[in-house]
C-alpha cells in the first residue's frame, strides 16, 4: 500500500523528468548531421502560416489595452508625457512575448503534438526507428527550431502591432499628442528591453514546441489518446510559460538596472 | 546469407502483468518461421522487443554478436540496418506518397542517386505488384495495398531478417494466398531470414520451416513445422487444428471443471500434414527440407494421408 501510495505521489516527478531528459535528447540531436534544412523549412512555414494571422488580430487589442489602462492610470498622476514610454515597455518586454507565447503554444504547439501523436497512434514512429532512423533527430529537431524562429519574428511583429495600436488609441481616443507619445518612447525604455523581449520569445517557442513534441511522441490510446496529448501539451505549456516568464522578468530586473531610476 | 536470431531466457511485463517470461528459442539464418497464439499473448510485443522498440525485463537477443536487449541506442540503430520490418497496417507515412514511402530508407541511408533510387524503388513495387500506385497517397488506397507498399518498403535495403506482424489479418483468402507466396518466393531469392507473426492457421501450417506456439506467458513449443503439425501435446493440437476442446478457453485458459467435462471427450485424429508451399518457379529454397523428412528421422508416425497434397488438413478444403 505504501509503496504504491508513494510511487502515485512521485509519478508526476517521474514525469517531468521523462520531459527534461526528453528535452536532453533533442539538445543532442540538435548537433547530429545530417541537418534536416528540408523538415526545417517546411515546419517553420507551416507554424507561421497558421500563427501570423491569429498573432496580428491579438496583438492589436493587447496593445491597445496596455495604452487604455497606462494612459488613463498616468493621467491621473498628471505625467501624459511618458504614455508612450510606458505602453513600450509594457508591450516589448511583457505583453509581446506573452502573446506570442499564447500563439506558439495554443495554434504552433497543438498542430505539433497532433500531429506527432497521430504518426505515433499509426505506427509511423515506430517505422522510423525500425527503418534505423530517430524520430527525434528527423522530426523534433527541425520543429523545435522552427518554433524557435517563428516566435523571434512574431515577437517583432507583436512588438511593432502592439505599440502602433497604442499609438492610434492613446492618440485618438485619448486625445494624447502624437508627438509625446513618439518622444517618450526612450525615456524608461531602453535597448535591453527588447533583447530581453526576444530571448523571452526564443525560450518561449523552444518550452512550447519540446513539450508538445514529448505529449505526441507519447500518445497512446487510439484517436482519443492523441486529443489527450493535445490537450495536455497545450496546459503544460501556458503553465510552464508563465512560471518561465515570471522568473526570466525577474532575473531581468535584478539584473538590468531600470533607466532614470 | 540470413541471420540467426537468437533469444534467450526472455521476459517481459507491463507494470504487474507478465506478458511472457522464460522465452528461449533460436531463429535459424536463412529459415521462415511463424510465431503463433491466441489474440492477446503478447505475439506483437515479441516481435516489437525483437526489433528494439520494446526493453525486454531480462534475458538476451543476440544478433550478429550484438545483445539487442542491452547494447546502446547507436549500436540498435546500426543494427536495424538489418531489419526489415511490415507493420501491421503498413505503417506509411501518411504526408507522402507510396513512391517516397518506399524511397524514404533509400534516401535517407544511400548515397544512391535519384536514378539508382527510381530503379530499385520501381523493381521493389513490381515484386508486390503495385506499378501504377506509385503517386497514391496511403489514405487513398486499400488496406491490402498498404500492407504490400509497407512489404516494398521493408526490402528496400535488401534486410537479412524480415518480420511480418500479422500480414494476413484484414485480408481476404485470396490475397492471403497471394501473399504467402509471395512471401515463400521471396525467402527463395534473398535468403533472409523470415519471422512471421499471425494467429492464421493455414499460414502456418504451409508456409513455414518452424513454427512457435506462444500461450499462456510462456513458449509453449518452438521446433520444426511437422514437429509441431504431428504433435499430441493438448495446447499444440487444438491451437494448430482450431478445435474448441483443449486447455485453450474463450478467455485464458480453462477452468478446472471445464477441463474435467471435457476429460472423456474424444479428441478428432490430427488431420494430414499438408505439403509446403513451394516458390513459384518450382526450385525449392535453400533452406526448405524434404516433406516428411523430419518425422523419418524421428521416428514420429505422420497422421495418415500427410504431404500428399498441399492443401491437406486445411480450413476450407479438406
Redesign the interface.
Known amino acids: 500500500m505504501s509503496t504504491s501510495l508513494s510511487s502515485r505521489a512521485l509519478a508526476p516527478i517521474g514525469v517531468a523528468g521523462n520531459l527534461f531528459a526528453f528535452a536532453l535528447d533533442v539538445f543532442r540531436g540538435l548537433f547530429r548531421r545530417p541537418f534536416q534544412l528540408r523538415e526545417f523549412i517546411q515546419q517553420s512555414w507551416f507554424i507561421a502560416s497558421v500563427t501570423i494571422v491569429p498573432t496580428a488580430l491579438v496583438a492589436i487589442p493587447f496593445g491597445a489595452v496596455i495604452a487604455l489602462q497606462v494612459g488613463g492610470l498616468i493621467k491621473q498622476f498628471g505625467a501624459q508625457s511618458f504614455t508612450g514610454s510606458a505602453s513600450v515597455l509594457a508591450v516589448v518586454q511583457q505583453a509581446a512575448p506573452i502573446g506570442t507565447a499564447l500563439l506558439i503554444a495554443g495554434a504552433g504547439g497543438s498542430a505539433i503534438a497532433a500531429d506527432l501523436g497521430?504518426?505515433k497512434i499509426?505506427?509511423?514512429l515506430?517505422?522510423?526507428?525500425?527503418?534505423?532512423?530517430?524520430p527525434i533527430q528527423?522530426l523534433v529537431v527541425p520543429r523545435v527550431l522552427a518554433c524557435m524562429l517563428v516566435a523571434f519574428f512574431l515577437n517583432g511583429m507583436v512588438s511593432v502591432v502592439g505599440v502602433a495600436g497604442g499609438y492610434v488609441f492613446n492618440v485618438i481616443l485619448q486625445d494624447g499628442t502624437p508627438g509625446a507619445y513618439l518622444a517618450s518612447f526612450t525615456a524608461l525604455a531602453q535597448l535591453p528591453d527588447l533583447w530581453i523581449g526576444l530571448i523571452k520569445a526564443l525560450v518561449f517557442g523552444l518550452i512550447a514546441a519540446i513539450v508538445a513534441s514529448y505529449k505526441g511522441m507519447n500518445a497512446n490510446g487510439g484517436p482519443k489518446g492523441v486529443g489527450d496529448a493535445v490537450n495536455e501539451s497545450v496546459v503544460i505549456t501556458f503553465l510552464l510559460l508563465f512560471v518561465a516568464n515570471f522568473v526570466l522578468s525577474m532575473i531581468y530586473l535584478q539584473v538590468v538596472p531600470p533607466k532614470g531610476g | 546469407m540470413g541471420v540467426e536470431i537468437r533469444v534467450d531466457d526472455l521476459t517481459k511485463s507491463f507494470g504487474k502483468q507478465l506478458i511472457w517470461g522464460d522465452v528461449t528459442l533460436t531463429v535459424p539464418a536463412g529459415e521462415i518461421c511463424v510465431m503463433l497464439g491466441p489474440s492477446g499473448t503478447g505475439k506483437s510485443v515479441f516481435l516489437k522487443t525483437l526489433i528494439g522498440l520494446l526493453k525486454p525485463d531480462k534475458g538476451s537477443i543476440i544478433i550478429e554478436g550484438t545483445d539487442i536487449a542491452s547494447c546502446s541506442e547507436r549500436e540498435l540503430y546500426e543494427i536495424r540496418k538489418l531489419f526489415g520490418v511490415l507493420f501491421q497496417d503498413g505503417a506509411m507515412f501518411g504526408s507522402m506518397n507510396l513512391y517516397d514511402n518506399v524511397a524514404f530508407p533509400l534516401r535517407e541511408h544511400t548515397r544512391k542517386s535519384e536514378s539508382e533510387v527510381r530503379e530499385i524503388v520501381m523493381e521493389k513495387m513490381d515484386l508486390v505488384g503495385l506499378l501504377g500506385a506509385e503517386d497514391k497517397l496511403p489514405g487513398e488506397i486499400s488496406g491490402g495495398m498498404r500492407k504490400r507498399a509497407g512489404l516494398a518498403r521493408a526490402l528496400v535495403l535488401d534486410p537479412e531478417i524480415v518480420l511480418f506482424d500479422e500480414p494476413d489479418s484484414g485480408l481476404d483468402p485470396v490475397r492471403t494466398a497471394f501473399l504467402n507466396q509471395l512471401i515463400v518466393d521471396l525467402n527463395a531469392q534473398i535468403d533472409a531470414t523470415f519471422l512471421i507473426v499471425t494467429h492464421d492457421i493455414n499460414t502456418a501450417r504451409t508456409v513455414p520451416d518452424n513454427i512457435g506456439l506462444l500461450y499462456h506467458r510462456h513458449l509453449a513449443m518452438f521446433g520444426p513445422r511437422e514437429q509441431l503439425l504431428s504433435s499430441e501435446e493438448p495446447v499444440v493440437r487444438q491451437f494448430l487444428n482450431a478445435q474448441r476442446v483443449g486447455p485453450i478457453g474463450m478467455s485464458e485458459e480453462k477452468d478446472a471443471d471445464e477441463l474435467a467435462a471435457e476429460a472423456g471427450q474424444e479428441l478428432p485424429p490430427l488431420p494430414p500434414i499438408p505439403l509446403q508451399l513451394d516458390p513459384s518457379n518450382g526450385i525449392p529454397r535453400r533452406s526448405q527440407r524434404p516433406a516428411g523428412e523430419w518425422c523419418r528421422e524421428n521416428g514420429v508416425t505422420p497422421p495418415p494421408g500427410s504431404f500428399e497434397s498441399s492443401n491437406a488438413g486445411l480450413a476450407p478444403g479438406v
Open positions: 497521430a504518426r499509426r505506427e509511423e515506430d517505422a522510423m526507428m525500425v527503418l534505423g532512423i530517430d528527423r
